[in-house]
């Protein structure tokens, strides 16, 4: 058995440590791209309204062109809404309890609110490898999320891009 201060300078808790970071900074990386993006697909919809308001609007397109435009809208709406589900922060319910090492806000806050936090923290010392797989585990669920909703948004952002020019041009 490793006590807290030999596996605290093991190289599996180093190289732990430093994926808990290369998350952390994925997570920036993910929430920039969806931030980009959904800046980009609401100017988009801007262009978008200025088209319904010209002369070729939806109204006077053919039966197939307005299935496309309307499509492609959808796609648009989508688009956005995923990418907005990508930058929004992923909570979920502290598992904390007493004698379960700290890993994140929620554990922080629970262990407060009960009046335990100096308690928390001591216990969390020792049981550091516990915390950081933990906190692995959950940190790369988020990045998982993010991107999902990143490649959601771009693959409906590009079949938006597609449909509602083309319902011009099919018109």
Wanted: glycine share 10%.
């Amino acid at each position: 058995m490793t006590t807290a201060g030999t596996a605290v300078h093991s190289p599996d808790f180093s190289a732990g440590v430093q994926l808990l970071a290369d998350l952390r900074n994925e997570i920036t990386r993910a929430d920039t791209k969806a931030t980009v993006l959904a800046g980009v697909l609401s100017m988009s919809a801007g262009l978008l309204g200025g088209l319904l308001t010209s002369s070729r609007s939806p109204g006077v397109l053919s039966a197939l062109a307005g299935a496309l435009w309307w499509t492609g809208l959808l796609a648009h709406v989508i688009a956005q809404l995923a990418l907005l589900l990508a930058v929004m922060p992923r909570y979920r319910r502290s598992r904390w309890r007493p004698g379960v090492p700290l890993t994140y806000f929620g554990d922080i806050r629970r262990a407060s609110r009960s009046g335990r936090l100096g308690t928390a923290l001591t216990e969390t010392g020792p049981a550091t490898t516990d915390g950081l797989l933990t906190a692995l585990a959950e940190t790369s669920r988020i990045v998982a999320h993010k991107h999902l909703w990143i490649r959601a948004g771009l693959i409906a952002f590009g079949c938006a891009s597609l449909l509602l020019p083309g319902s011009l041009l099919v018109n």
